[in-house]
């Protein structure tokens, strides 16, 4: 039957020879575990692919029915079954796995030397496709239309709007408005499931066909002669050893969707400016180096292009031929440094959130009059206006410091400072202490708006 099949398709699509082709292809030095992070990447995206139809059919691209659709979601069952949560989490930890699966994969291929010549194109088409994958990531996080999506790409679009010339124009293109809206929501939803799936489709396919045609890099070890001797093809070696890896990402991500599903908070409220916002895990280290980076624009404007012109220019700089990491030690060691650096600064980042104080606007409006009539502004600049005679409170450095700090700061700041030649505001009520403690509290997050301005 199945010898028949095969016959029938050969004879009008040329069946056998496209078989052939796919699973004949040379690999030389032999099939590898080493080679399996490429194709996690794609299992995980086609996952990515199929969970976010499921997800479409259910979800309402509008604010007025996005969070509530969602929330259907997460309460659907079948059979008792909770099978739209169960969907929903694949998909949400499908993108955390998706970005660890690219890092692994990039990871692996720099390190093997994998991107050199001739496959300088297929790294290239894979920077795209790292930027593809990053861009899903941010803008799948809006989708829910929760208050941590709503604040979240506040915050994401606001750095956006710091590049020069340009950037307001862009961030408001991208919103739709001036605000986050309707517009916003389809935007991102239009990004996220058309547009984005099309240019992964293309990139995915070309980075595949380069692939195809300049084959495997081989074992970095071997001469051309010794990984022609120890060739096989693709199947059967490697495509079992590929399914593993497959088999292995899909029970990582069941597990984690069934025992950590994603949480829904409650639906965006646009007023609720005391939200503190957090970006996804795998961004924490860059929100890290930008809140550490002075002025905000060097690094939001500078640390992105830094980063691509390093992917991109690394083919075309590294020209030696060597592929092995022993003989590569400047390769190791700077992987080595942004690793730890990345691990470290996101421990940082996680850190700084806990200390976020929880502000309420009514404190914060009252506070800015407080602050306005106390004189402060002539010493302080806050967003760009003020004195210079102290520090500027609109700087990343005062978030972490307790409402307890900033009121001794305020009525005797030389118990912190022994020079201080800040005034003691001693005739500030309590009220008012604690006012201007959240109004400060509020300023100096990275990509955090003018809380009294609209946003
Ligand atoms: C005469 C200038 C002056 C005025 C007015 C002033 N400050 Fe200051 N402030 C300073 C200086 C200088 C420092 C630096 C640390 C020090 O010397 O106390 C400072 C430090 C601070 C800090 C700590 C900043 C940090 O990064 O550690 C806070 C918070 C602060 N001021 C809030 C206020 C508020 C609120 C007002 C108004 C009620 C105010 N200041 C009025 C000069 C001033």
Redesign the pocket.
Known sequence: MGQKIVEYLDERVRIRALMSFLLNEPMPGGSRWAYIPGSMVLFVLILQFITGMMLAFYYGGTPDHAWDSVNYIDHLTYKGVPVGRLIRGIHYWGSSIMVIAVGIHLLQVFLWGAYKRPREIMWLVGTVLLALTMTAAFSGYLLPWDERAYWGTIVGTNMIGLIPLVGEAIKDAIRGGVGLGALTLSHFFTLHTMILPTLFILFVMLHMVIFRRVGPAGPFSGTPEQNEATKDTFYPRQVLMDSFGMMGVFILILILAILRPPGLESVANPSNAAYNPTPAWYFDWIFQLLKMIRPEIVGVVGLPVLIAVVLVLLPFLDKKPVRSPFRRPLSVLSTLFVLVSMVVLSIMAENGYKKLVEVDRASMVRGQV??NQ???I???TVFGKG?K???D?S?E??VG?SEHW?TV??VN?KA??P?????D?TY?TKQQQHD?AMY?SSLGRMGWPDPTKAQ
Do not use: R
């Open positions: 407080v602050f106390s004189g402060c002539g010493c302080h004195g005679i102290g520090p409170l700087e450095g005062l410091h900033l700061q305020f700041s912190h400072f020079d201080s030649i800040m005034p505001f500030l201007l400060i």
